[in-house]
């Protein structure tokens, strides 16, 4: 299984930006999929979550009202769209293919192999 993570940059703070992750090897739909980000000096950290067929999502209360997760489960992929960008935002951002719908590790299977964003104030 291949998770290919794109869209990662330099944004100044309030902007922002659309990261894609391409999910190829397995059926898609068996797997809720998640986000987790991971800045320097900083354990890896949940960000938001997208249920396999309903399309439920979860997020952490840090991006609440400025991520939105999504899936087009005809393409294989899951999106992370972050608005209203901080500098506290500034993270590796890495894709995970979950066999349970949550925000922990516990159950995922798979990772992608991050994308870097950097948020200027």
């Known amino acids: 299984v291949q998770l290919v993570e794109s869209g990662g940059g330099l944004v100044q703070a309030g902007g922002s930006l659309r990261l894609s992750c391409a999910v190829s090897g397995r059926t898609f739909t068996n797997y809720a999929m998640d986000w987790f980000r991971q800045a320097p000096g900083k354990e890896r950290e949940f960000v938001a979550a997208?249920?396999?067929?309903?399309?439920?999502?979860n997020y952490a209360d840090s991006v609440k009202g400025r991520f939105t997760i999504s899936r087009d489960n005809a393409k294989n992929t899951v999106y992370l769209q972050m608005n209203s960008l901080k500098p506290e935002d500034t993270a590796v951002y890495y894709c995970?293919?979950?066999?349970?719908?949550?925000?922990?590790?516990?159950?995922?299977?798979?990772w992608g192999q991050g994308t870097q964003v950097t948020v200027s104030s």
């Open positions: 995970a293919a979950d066999r349970a719908f949550g925000i922990t590790t516990q159950r995922i299977e798979y």
């Open positions: 997208i249920s396999s067929i309903s399309g439920s999502t």
